[in-house]
């Protein structure tokens, strides 16, 4: 990832594309907040920045979703990516282009590079025949399955699929890919998962399915509309799309290569690593300049935060908590998530996230170290130079090597991702310069009357604290931006630009205006005591919702019926439409979660149960009268039916 100023060509830095099943949360925050960080220090040196993300909705989980929510896959993307554009508004995600796979534009490429590697050969059509999971959207082969038929990335159950498939034929790049990545040791980073990708690689790629039958949602392979392309294939090239790739050559020659592609390591070894990679070597396209896979944000019991696992962590939300504790502005808490974020955790490892952790940083190194410094110096200047920095006179200039040392660690920092060790640098700084203000004691030279003297001190540290302003603007850019109003640079226009990081450039003449404390401590001691109470209040409100009264259960009303037809749904695998006989005048229409488990005819004349007082609900456009009950929480494993013959109607209690 170089800066030199001779650079020109625009710096393109990528996020995955996120599914959209799903909602924003710590871990996509995590690679979006990153990106964007790289994003603004590398604008900030002057460079045109084309960072992007999106949203990657072809998935058969989304499919799936929009099913279970009772709408089409496509209403569904369009009101869950909307969550992504608002979470990213609030998170201050300065991305350039928001992508959409399912957007016309980058459909037309992925039918342009699928049959660019159809013609020469690198995609041909075979039978599959193997593992799916589903919720990874991952094709496995057969010695990778676990025993219990489950995938060994998620632990869940995997799919048996028999179907004509169109196949990528990796294993013809196996052995370039894997000297292009050892010659190269920085296409992929951190090292050890450069190490994984590698020892993935020299087992030998295998080629690997990228079609699916088509269900009406996906890519349509081009001129065979009975397959889509693999979610994953599908993806990954949009990363050529937003660079115009076949669209636009000379934004392409200025965009591509992508300068920074980051990713969490469970999406590098398989797809980024080497299928990513290999694709581009079949298109002959030059590979991107890095490849870095952070880790993960992992509960207390070391389990990746996720929806699935139930152990979500929103960000949104714990800034939100930050403002009711602390009476900080909403960017300001924002601001200190992202902090946090990246001074946390080495970037690249693992992390445990914790409010109390983000608590205790907000007080110890926002509020004590930067808040501090800047409430105690702004009412020196006013009180002793009118609030007006002076021109430095001799003597200015003694925090020069602290700021050099800040400014060259920062620099590396954003340069390899290290923002945590880069962080640290500037934290450095300030407390040089806090120790700075008790040695030189400007109160003291105020009543010796040493006027040029006292006026140095100030500018020094007034320049001190510009200069962390700039460094830290990548990472809480509102912070950055609210120092910059207080040592009256806003006022003055001054732009925000890393060549600035040098002492001596605040110019004479700025009026400091001191504001509200920009991080009003937070009391951890009440925040401890109101988290205990309220978890106590918690568990017995569980305690008590998990009892229901008689009167609540026989309002549910319960009744044996008999099922007289099933078909399945159309453009749905997993439902059913039932007619059931419940004992009424007319036959009732019920649609079922149960055609993966159950054929059709398998259920004609079974007796079933069903909820006959559920409101109506249109799934799939059709209408559903009522819920048939089944044992299992995620999908159905077995029918409730009565032991022994009973009429259809019959009341169940
Ligand atoms: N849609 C694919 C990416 C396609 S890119 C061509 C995908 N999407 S995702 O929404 O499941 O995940 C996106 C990113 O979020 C990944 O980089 C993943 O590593 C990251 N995270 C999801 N949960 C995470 C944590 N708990 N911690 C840190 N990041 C993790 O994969």
Same mark, same amino acid.
């Given at each position: 990832?170089?800066?030199?100023?001779?650079?020109?060509?625009?710096?393109?830095?990528?996020?995955?594309?996120?599914?959209?099943?799903?909602?924003?949360?710590?871990?996509?925050?995590?690679?979006?907040?990153?990106?964007?960080?790289?994003?603004?220090?590398?604008?900030?040196?002057?460079?045109?920045?084309?960072?992007?993300?999106?949203?990657?909705?072809?998935?058969?989980?989304?499919?799936?979703?929009?099913?279970?929510?009772?709408?089409?896959?496509?209403?569904?993307?369009?009101?869950?990516?909307?969550?992504?554009?608002?979470?990213?508004?609030?998170? =201050?995600?300065?991305?350039?282009?928001?992508?959409?796979?399912?957007?016309?534009?980058?459909?037309?490429?992925?039918?342009?590079?699928?049959?660019?590697?159809?013609?020469?050969?690198?995609?041909?059509?075979?039978?599959?025949?193997?593992?799916?999971?589903?919720?990874?959207?991952?094709?496995?082969?057969?010695?990778?399955?676990?025993?219990?038929?489950?995938?060994?990335?998620?632990?869940?159950?995997?799919?048996?699929?028999?179907?004509?498939?169109?196949?990528?034929?990796?294993?013809?790049?196996?052995?370039?890919?894997?000297?292009?990545?050892?010659?190269?040791?920085?296409?992929?980073?951190?090292?050890?998962?450069?190490?994984?990708?590698?020892?993935?690689?020299?087992?030998?790629?295998?080629?690997?399915?990228?079609?699916?039958?088509?269900?009406?949602?996906?890519?349509?392979?081009?001129?065979?509309?009975?397959?889509?392309?693999?979610?994953?294939?599908?993806?990954?090239?949009?990363?050529?799309?937003?660079?115009?790739?076949?669209?636009?050559?000379? =934004?392409?020659?200025?965009?591509?290569?992508?300068?920074?592609?980051?990713?969490?390591?469970?999406?590098?070894?398989?797809?980024?690593?080497?299928?990513?990679?290999?694709?581009?070597?079949?298109?002959?396209?030059?590979?991107?300049?890095?490849?870095?896979?952070?880790?993960?944000?992992?509960?207390?019991?070391?389990?990746?935060?996720?929806?699935?696992?139930?152990?979500?962590?929103?960000?949104?939300?714990?800034?939100?908590?930050?403002?009711?504790?602390?009476?900080?502005?909403?960017?300001?808490?924002?601001?200190?998530?992202?902090?946090?974020?990246?001074?946390?955790?080495?970037?690249?490892?693992?992390?445990?996230?914790?409010?109390?952790?983000?608590?205790?940083?907000?007080?110890?190194?926002?509020?004590?170290?930067?808040?501090?410094?800047?409430?105690?110096?702004?009412?020196?200047?006013?009180?002793?130079?009118?609030?007006?920095?002076?021109?430095?006179?001799?003597?200015?200039?003694?925090?020069?090597?602290?700021?050099?040392?800040?400014?060259?660690?920062?620099?590396?920092?954003?340069?390899?991702?290290?923002?945590?060790?880069?962080?640290?640098?500037?934290?450095?700084?300030?407390?040089?310069?806090?120790?700075?203000?008790?040695?030189?004691?400007?109160?003291?030279?105020? =009543?010796?009357?040493?006027?040029?003297?006292?006026?140095?001190?100030?500018?020094?540290?007034?320049?001190?604290?510009?200069?962390?302003?700039?460094?830290?603007?990548?990472?809480?850019?509102?912070?950055?931006?609210?120092?910059?109003?207080?040592?009256?640079?806003?006022?003055?226009?001054?732009?925000?630009?890393?060549?600035?990081?040098?002492?001596?450039?605040?110019?004479?003449?700025?009026?400091?205006?001191?504001?509200?404390?920009?991080?009003?401590?937070?009391?951890?001691?009440?925040?401890?005591?109101?988290?205990?109470?309220?978890?106590?209040?918690?568990?017995?409100?569980?305690?008590?919702? =998990?009892?229901?009264?008689?009167?609540?259960?026989?309002?549910?009303?319960?009744?044996?019926?008999?099922?007289?037809?099933?078909?399945?749904?159309?453009?749905?695998?997993?439902?059913?439409?039932?007619?059931?006989?419940?004992?009424?005048?007319?036959?009732?229409?019920?649609?079922?979660?149960?055609?993966?488990?159950?054929?059709?005819?398998?259920?004609?004349?079974?007796?079933?149960?069903?909820?006959?007082?559920?409101?109506?609900?249109?799934?799939?456009?059709?209408?559903?009268?009522?819920?048939?009950?089944?044992?299992?929480?995620?999908?159905?494993?077995?029918?409730?039916?009565?032991?022994?013959?009973?009429?259809?109607?019959?009341?169940?209690?």
């Amino acid at each position: 990832m170089s800066v030199e100023s001779e650079e020109t060509k625009t710096f393109y830095v990528t996020t995955p594309i996120y599914y959209v099943n799903d909602r924003p949360h710590i871990g996509h925050t995590y690679t979006t907040g990153a990106a964007d960080t790289v994003a603004r220090y590398q604008r900030m040196r002057g460079r045109d920045v084309l960072f992007v993300t999106g949203t990657d909705e072809h998935a058969q989980k989304v499919v799936r979703a929009a099913e279970a929510a009772g709408t089409d896959p496509k209403s569904f993307a369009d009101s869950v990516m909307t969550s992504y554009i608002e979470a990213w508004e609030r998170m =201050k995600i300065s991305y350039d282009r928001f992508i959409r796979t399912s957007e016309e534009e980058h459909c037309r490429v992925v039918r342009h590079v699928f049959s660019r590697l159809v013609e020469n050969g690198d995609i041909y059509r075979d039978r599959y025949e193997g593992w799916y999971c589903v919720p990874c959207e991952t094709y496995l082969p057969e010695d990778e399955v676990l025993e219990e038929r489950c995938c060994p990335d998620c632990g869940r159950e995997v799919e048996r699929l028999t179907e004509e498939a169109y196949f990528f034929r990796a294993s013809a790049y196996s052995n370039d890919l894997l000297r292009e990545i050892e010659a190269n040791p920085e296409l992929i980073q951190p090292d050890s998962r450069r190490n994984e990708v590698l020892s993935f690689i020299r087992q030998g790629l295998q080629d690997t399915c990228v079609s699916r039958a088509n269900r009406g949602w996906g890519v349509p392979v081009p001129d065979d509309e009975e397959h889509v392309v693999y979610v994953w294939f599908d993806a990954l090239i949009n990363y050529l799309t937003v660079a115009g790739y076949a669209i636009d050559d000379a =934004k392409f020659a200025d965009v591509w290569p992508p300068d920074l592609q980051l990713m969490g390591k469970d999406i590098l070894t398989r797809f980024h690593g080497s299928m990513w990679l290999a694709m581009l070597m079949a298109l002959e396209i030059e590979l991107p300049r890095l490849l870095f896979a952070h880790g993960w944000w992992v509960s207390a019991e070391g389990d990746k935060v996720s929806k699935s696992r139930g152990n979500i962590v929103d960000p949104i939300a714990e800034a939100e908590y930050l403002v009711a504790e602390s009476g900080c502005t909403t960017d300001v808490a924002v601001d200190a998530v992202r902090y946090y974020m990246f001074r946390e955790v080495t970037f690249g490892l693992d992390g445990t996230f914790s409010t109390e952790a983000l608590f205790s940083r907000f007080n110890a190194d926002l509020a004590n170290d930067l808040g501090n410094l800047l409430n105690r110096t702004l009412p020196l200047v006013e009180r002793f130079l009118d609030g007006v920095i002076e021109e430095p006179g001799p003597g200015a200039g003694e925090l020069e090597d602290e700021v050099r040392r800040a400014v060259a660690i920062s620099e590396e920092g954003y340069e390899t991702l290290g923002f945590r060790a880069m962080l640290e640098g500037i934290w450095e700084l300030l407390g040089a310069t806090n120790k700075f203000v008790d040695e030189r004691a400007p109160w003291d030279l105020y =009543k010796q009357g040493k006027k040029v003297e006292l006026a140095a001190v100030l500018y020094d540290v007034v320049d001190a604290i510009r200069i962390v302003a700039l460094m830290i603007a990548p990472v809480m850019p509102s912070v950055s931006e609210e120092i910059w109003r207080q040592i009256g640079l806003g006022q003055m226009g001054a732009e925000i630009q890393w060549d600035d990081c040098r002492v001596g450039r605040l110019p004479a003449g700025a009026r400091v205006r001191r504001g509200r404390p920009i991080f009003p401590r937070i009391d951890l001691d009440r925040v401890r005591q109101r988290a205990a109470a309220t978890e106590q209040e918690t568990e017995a409100e569980e305690k008590g919702e =998990k009892m229901i009264s008689f009167d609540d259960f026989t309002q549910v009303d319960l009744r044996i019926a008999r099922v007289i037809d099933a078909d399945p749904v159309e453009g749905a695998d997993r439902l059913l439409k039932l007619v059931v006989d419940a004992g009424e005048d007319e036959p009732r229409q019920v649609v079922a979660g149960l055609a993966e488990q159950f054929a059709p005819r398998e259920l004609i004349g079974e007796n079933v149960v069903l909820v006959a007082n559920l409101e109506p609900a249109t799934i799939r456009g059709v209408e559903s009268q009522g819920m048939i009950l089944a044992a299992g929480e995620d999908e159905p494993l077995a029918l409730i039916v009565p032991d022994r013959d009973v009429e259809p109607g019959e009341r169940v209690r």
